[in-house]
Nanobody
Framework: VQLVESGGGLVQPGGSLRLSCAASDRTFSRYGMGWFRQAPGKVREMVAAISWNGGTTYYRDSVKGRFTISRDNVQSTGFLQMNSLKPEDTAVYYC????????????????????WGQGTQVAVSS
């Protein structure tokens, strides 16, 4: 499954953005999906993940209560709603799919994800 991210941009602290992750085909519905980010000079980190059917989710501590991951398997699209954005959320955001279909619970290790998109830039600044 190949994925394409969109929805990034420049936003003031406290603002919101909704990222989208469009999949190349309907097999997307079989795989968990993760959102990751990489800031300049830093290692890529997982932000959130959702299982193939949306049954389980994961959030890194720094985004809990602010970000919400979701998916629409009919539209083969995943989403990341980001509220109360902070300057430290500034990064290139990527989505990727779990390489194992129908995995439960959601995988939290970066190495099991593939099909990386080109990324979308999120900048939080006043």
């Amino acid at each position: 499954v190949q994925l394409v991210e969109s929805g990034g941009g420049l936003v003031q602290p406290g603002g919101s953005l909704r990222l989208s992750c469009a999949a190349s085909d309907r097999t997307f519905s079989r795989y968990g999906m993760g959102w990751f980010r990489q800031a300049p000079g830093k290692v890529r980190e997982m932000v959130a993940a959702i299982s193939w059917n949306g049954g389980t989710t994961y959030y890194r501590d720094s985004v809990k209560g602010r970000f919400t991951i979701s998916r629409d398997n009919v539209q083969s699209t995943g989403f990341l709603q980001m509220n109360s954005l902070k300057p430290e959320d500034t990064a290139v955001y990527y989505c990727a799919a779990d390489m194992l279909p129908f995995r439960q619970p959601v995988a939290t290790g970066t190495s099991v994800y593939d099909g990386w998109g080109q990324g979308t830039q999120v900048a939080v600044s006043s």
